[in-house]
């Protein structure tokens, strides 16, 4: 079946930092992948989208990568801030208009 | 413009009744979703809506739950004979659609449901 995995430890990171998040899956084959950010009793927001015929996007101080062979996509803040404390999702979409999402991994960044 | 809109915030039952949460997505999107999420889980998809399509059900664990969505708008999740283990935050995100930049999903605040 398919399967997403997020490291569901939190990730502590003092302020100024880059912090990697890793988003693995397995028996699927997404067509696009997107990162949410979810902060404590808010709904998920949307951060970025990357198609499976890209290696790499950027904004801002985010960038995300998406390796279809090695079936993983890393996301990554750079100069991390304490404001980037909350939670991240990933989401797999594949010939369906229905994603499913990780579980997400809670970043701590540490003034 | 507005963003999505759900209601109650809150929902407090007891174990058997009905329950009914709201969910207005923004004005022009044709695809909407429901989704719950339980303390420490992942989303897990309850029910997908796409303009005057059929719905995708699929995700919904019972026959207990159904949902509406009238005029290609508003929709309305019902939970029949509530049970403790109903009890999470139900979230609606709407989409533009397949005409449009489908894969981008924004997200309501969710309706906390509890259920005793």
């Known amino acids: 079946s398919q399967k997403i995995e997020q490291n569901s430890e939190a990730l502590n990171i003092q302020e100024g930092k880059t912090a990697t998040l890793t988003c693995n899956y397995t028996?699927?084959?997404?067509?696009?992948l997107q990162w949410y950010r979810q902060d404590p009793g808010r709904g998920p927001v949307f951060l970025l989208l990357i198609r499976e015929n890209e290696k790499e996007k950027r904004k801002e101080r985010l960038k995300v990568t998406f390796d279809t062979t090695l079936k993983q996509s890393l996301f990554h803040i750079t100069a991390s801030q304490p404001a980037d404390s909350a939670t991240y999702l990933c989401?797999?979409?594949?010939?369906?208009?229905?994603?499913?999402f990780g579980r997400g991994t809670s970043l701590i960044v540490h003034p | 413009g507005a963003g999505v809109s759900q209601s109650p915030s809150n929902k407090v039952t007891e174990k058997g009744k009905d329950v009914e949460l709201r969910c207005d997505p923004i004005s022009g999107h044709t695809a909407l979703y429901w989704y719950r999420q339980s303390l420490g889980q992942g989303l897990e998809f309850l029910i997908y809506?796409?303009?005057?399509?059929?719905?995708?059900k699929s995700g919904l664990p019972s026959d207990r739950f159904s949902a509406e969505r009238t005029g290609g708008s508003v929709s309305t999740l019902t939970i029949q004979r509530t049970q403790q283990e109903d009890s999470a935050v139900y979230l609606c995100a709407s989409s533009l659609g397949p005409e449009g930049h489908q894969e981008t999903q924004y997200f309501g605040p969710g309706t906390r449901l509890l259920v005793l």
């Open positions: 028996n699927y084959s997404p067509a696009y």
């Open positions: 989401a797999l979409s594949g010939g369906s208009y229905i994603p499913t």
């Open positions: 809506f796409q303009g005057n399509s059929a719905p995708d």
